[in-house]
């Protein structure tokens, strides 16, 4: 297959056959800037010396050059908008509420000039129907109908609220549209539509001088209204030539939407005749369409595809004839990721997206951050810890900050501050720059937000021109575009006088910087392309490759938002939904109709916004053009590989490890690390050998865990003054009859588990939460007081007791002393008999504190009961320590302290199959001993490494699920 020459090669060899020298007094004019580069390379293919190029302008520069006006930014577009629709509409309307809108009108405005609408006809309450037909005598009687159709839903007896809004909107349109044009002209200015139709209009009522030079259009499709009064009066002038891109295939059948423009375009204004064959796209080609089931898999098949059309061409050599076309312009970074390594040249067209930087990301926190804040009158805002710690932790400020994010982290963590202030920060005395009270000074207007990343910008560019790295210089491309832009919005802001609430301002800033890309460097006309549907104006390929041709996508199937019903837009010949999909339809058929090899892509894998659906042009080659497609799908597995069991040998840097918890070492084992080690070795050796823990995070809910804490250390402040002394019941009555002193201890320990101070007592009143957590702990306080009293008198013996113990072991066949540590929270005496208490605030009192056996306390997860292990170890411990006898094992479930018959015994189940309460464990220790250090053996034998648990039921809800991936058996 030969290639077709490219058309705006043979525009270039057609100009300069025809002009020769004389080709630089032309003015031509482009679809797209991409087109005007491509043209001056296929027209430097030709000339043979030096001479001036021909003047290439846009047809926006065209006629600001009639009209004299400029267009102006959006954001100054909709505050004069505003000014305008407050001066004839009677509202108290904000401009908050204007805002969204606003942009709505503007668009039907512009829409509206383009294709030179009357619009004291387009926008009159037209309810009388007779009054259409004498009106607009000038329409056809299919256009009259269309706007009989709407009006016949108004009735002056039978109107609707909405529809009275309506036409209370709708008759302030036609003078809220004059007042603003003329606020606009005083200053300069126009929005697009109006910059066309003041100039089509001063070209149909004067005799504007176009100068000496001809003009030449080349590459357009549809045309508005105003454009075509241009075209009309250099025709009339005889000053203009027209060079349109067309194929047989759509042209000359009109069911095919892809030539309604071209049609009408070629009748009126007809082209300059090329020396080229008008039924490319009918030519052999290869063409496939591929169904991949994600976006991002259509990106990865790049590599793929472009060895499929590559021919014998090397990546590497690559060039301006082969091009990726993203219909989805949200896969360019996939794209890019994609793109391999052996093409030597890419151009890409489209810009990256400021979305996806830092800068963007450092915005939407400090937003995130301040939308979050708490501000109660005159009292310093508070932030969310969440906010802040994602603020602190930003590559960004963490350069800034240095080592003051740390220390607030830090800070923030010790003393679980759910909310912070700029009076937690000024205790801080060790921090280094002021940075950080900056971001956590509450912000309350536009002007401060402006202000705050108008700074933070500074100190990044600052640090970035310090820096001189490759990614440096990146980073202060993002900033200066983010910069740039938000100068734009606050002078827009500041020219037309307008107060944004915050919300408001916040939107329209994310909108804004949303929208921003950031434009690659490159040489334009070299390597592999990479651009966007409207980037292929005018321009053709050999080797073309088109991702994301989805029917939701290409054409998108929504119409924008508009103020003018669909039936008058189509009446007075608006561009409507049937206008948009044959544009479009123009650029995939044009794109297609000089190509070789061709691979379209489309995501075939329905979603909550995709339809899964192929475009329909995909379609319409499939079943009406001359080609046979083949379609293929691709897939990915999404079968796991089977995991392989982790096996952790104990090989020497374990052994090391592990010999630290014995004899001289520095490391103790407790209770739950031997519980651990029976629900799973391999949870053990990731917890205590590996020592990977779980991230501390903040307490924000008063879990099961922190309500135990706060009551164990109120328990701990009551009986502190009466350690080592007896306690009766009437000491403990005199303490339950001071309401005062039990609900200030709730207090202070609530504060000092929370926020790690018990200065923060007072703060527990303004926090339901925390009241509660408070209130449920002073109910257990006293359920438990009341219980010792029965059980008293007694003598205090220890509170809160660490306890350090060398139990003797064989291990590996040689004596060795295992070191055993806890804490206990209680021990009482009471003649010969000493009871160990720990206090329990879970539920299951009565599961938890029964087992069958001391055997079971080592057996399978479900027979295993961890609280009465843990008693009786330290049962064990302290009779060993202190050479006890009587030890008497207590688990206070206090939840259930209030219920009859409550004892705090645990209870081993007896020959009767009942359950007998253990007032004296002596007898069962000798035995619990005995497995113990089995189980201790185990842990340390070299030749025993550390596997995953057979019981998959424990995998559950383990930390380290992430690991292993083990998940239990449904």
């Known amino acids: 297959m030969s290639s077709p020459t490219p058309f705006l090669q043979q525009v270039a060899h057609s100009l300069h056959q025809r002009y020769g020298d004389g080709i630089s007094n032309l003015t031509l004019v482009f679809p797209s800037r991409r087109a005007r580069l491509y043209f001056a390379h296929y027209l430097s293919l030709y000339i043979t010396k030096p001479l001036w190029q021909p003047q290439a302008v846009s047809i926006d520069e065209v006629f600001a050059s009639i009209s004299g006006l400029r267009i102006a930014n959006s954001y100054k577009l909709v505050a004069e908008l505003y000014k305008a629709y407050t001066k004839n509409c009677e509202t108290n309307e904000t401009f908050d509420h204007f805002y969204f809108w606003g942009e709505v009108m503007l668009s039907d405005f512009d829409s509206v000039d383009k294709y030179m609408v009357n619009v004291d006809m387009l926008l009159q309450n037209l309810r009388s129907l007779k009054s259409i037909d004498s009106t607009f005598e000038f329409l056809t009687e299919e256009q009259r109908e269309l706007v009989h159709s709407f009006w016949r839903s108004f009735s002056a007896e039978k109107d609707g609220r909405l529809q009275k809004n309506f036409i209370d909107l709708w008759s302030t349109l036609p003078p809220c549209y004059r007042d603003f044009r003329q606020q606009l002209r005083e200053q300069g200015l126009a929005y697009q539509g109006m910059l066309y139709r003041e100039g089509a209009e001063l070209l149909k009522q004067s005799d504007y001088s176009f100068g000496k030079t001809r003009y030449v259009f080349v590459g357009f499709n549809a045309l508005n209204e105003c454009e075509k009064v241009l075209l009309r009066r250099l025709k009339q002038l005889q000053i203009a030539e027209y060079y349109w891109d067309t194929d047989t295939y759509y042209l000359n059948n009109r069911q095919q939407e892809a030539g309604l423009f071209m049609r009408q375009n070629i009748v009126e204004f007809p082209p300059v005749e090329l020396d080229k064959d008008l039924s490319l796209f009918s030519q052999e080609k290869d063409i496939q369409i591929v169904a991949a089931p994600s976006d991002v898999l259509q990106a990865k098949l790049i590599p793929q595809l472009l060895d499929e059309v590559r021919e014998e061409q090397p990546l590497s050599a690559l060039d ?294 192929m475009s329909r042009y995909l379609r319409q080659l499939c079943m009406e053009s001359p080609h046979n497609i083949p379609q293929r799908k691709v897939d990915y597995s999404v079968a796991y590989a089977k995991e392989k069991p982790i096996v952790v040998k104990k090989n020497a840097e374990v052994a090391g490890i592990l010999k630290q918890y014995l004899t001289g070492g520095n490391k103790a084992l407790s209770a739950s690390a031997i519980n651990m080690y029976m629900d799973c070795p391999l949870k053990f050796y990731l917890a205590q050998i590996a020592k990977l823990r779980e991230p501390e995070e903040l307490i924000e809910e008063v879990n099961e865990q922190v309500l135990g804490n706060i009551f164990h250390h109120a328990m701990q402040q009551i009986y502190q003054p009466y350690l080592q ?137 479900k027979e295993r009961r961890k609280e009465v292990l843990q008693i009786l170890l330290y049962s064990l411990i302290i009779k060993r320590l202190y050479n006890k006898s009587g030890m008497a094992p207590a688990l206070y479930f206090v939840r259930n302290i209030y219920v009859s018959g409550f004892s705090g015994s645990i209870k081993i189940k007896n020959e009767k199959n009942s359950y007998t309460g253990i007032e004296n464990a002596d007898e069962l220790l000798p035995r619990f001993t005995e497995l113990l250090n089995a189980k201790l053996a185990e842990i340390f034998d070299s030749a025993r490494p550390f596997v995953q648990t057979d019981e998959v039921e424990n995998c559950e809800y383990c930390t380290y699920g992430s690991i292993c991936h083990r998940k239990q058996a449904k």
Do not use: W
């Open 320 to 613: 301006r004839r082969t091009a990726i076309v993203l219909a989805d312009e949200g896969l360019l970074i996939p794209t890019l990721y994609s793109i391999p390594e052996k093409v030597s040249a890419l151009n890409i067209t489209m810009g990256y997206p400021l979305l996806q930087t830092p800068v963007y990301s450092l915005t939407e926190l400090l937003i995130k951050l301040h939308k979050n804040a708490r501000k109660t009158g005159d009292s310093p805002a508070k932030f969310y810890h969440k906010d802040v710690l994602a603020i602190l932790n930003h590559q960004y400020i963490r350069t800034l900050a240095n080592d003051d994010a740390t220390i607030v982290s830090n800070e923030i963590a010790q003393r679980n501050l759910v909310f912070i202030s700029i009076a937690d920060i000024d205790k801080l005395h060790n921090l280094q720059s002021t940075l950080i009270k900056q971001l956590l000074t509450y912000i309350e207007t536009p002007e401060a937000v402006t202000a705050l990343l108008i700074e933070m910008f500074k100190l990044i560019a600052q640090a970035d021109i310090t820096a001189d790295t490759p990614d440096s210089l990146l980073r202060s491309e993002y900033v200066t575009c983010a910069y740039q832009e938000l100068n734009k919005l606050n002078e827009a802001l500041k020219d037309s006088s307008m107060q944004l609430s915050m919300s408001v301002f916040l939107s329209l800033l994310r909108s804004t910087l949303k929208s921003v890309r950031i434009p690659f460097e490159g040489e334009p006309i070299a390597g592999l392309q990479l651009m966007g549907i409207l980037e292929t104006r005018a321009l053709d390929f050999e080797k073309l490759i088109i991702l994301s041709l989805n029917e939701d996508i290409y054409p998108r199937s929504e119409a924008s938002p508009s103020l003018i019903p669909y039936n008058l837009r189509k009446a007075f010949g608006l561009p409507t939904i049937e206008q948009h999909e044959a544009m479009y339809a123009y650029y995939f058929y044009r794109l297609l109709q000089r190509s070789k090899h061709i691979r379209l892509l489309y995501n075939n894998l329905p979603g909550d916004t995709r339809t899964g659906e």
């Open 725 to 861: 002394q007896s306690v009766d019941s009437k000491t403990i009555s005199a303490i339950l009859s001071s309401k005062e002193l039990l609900n200030g201890i709730a207090e202070k320990s609530t504060a000092k588990i929370i926020f790690d101070s018990e200065e923060s007592a007072h703060e527990i009143a303004h926090n339901g939460k925390h009241l509660l957590a408070k209130n449920t702990v002073l109910k257990y306080i006293i359920g438990t007081l009341e219980f010792d009293a029965k059980r008293a008198p007694f003598t205090v013996e220890g509170l809160e007791k660490k306890v350090d113990f060398s139990l003797p072991v064989l291990i590996n066949g040689q004596p060795e002393n295992v070191n055993i540590t806890g804490y206990i929270d209680r021990i009482d005496s009471t003649g010969h008999i000493t009871t160990i208490v720990d206090y329990k605030t879970g539920s299951g009192a009565d599961e938890k504190t029964k087992f069958k056996s001391i055997d079971a306390l080592f057996g399978s997860h």
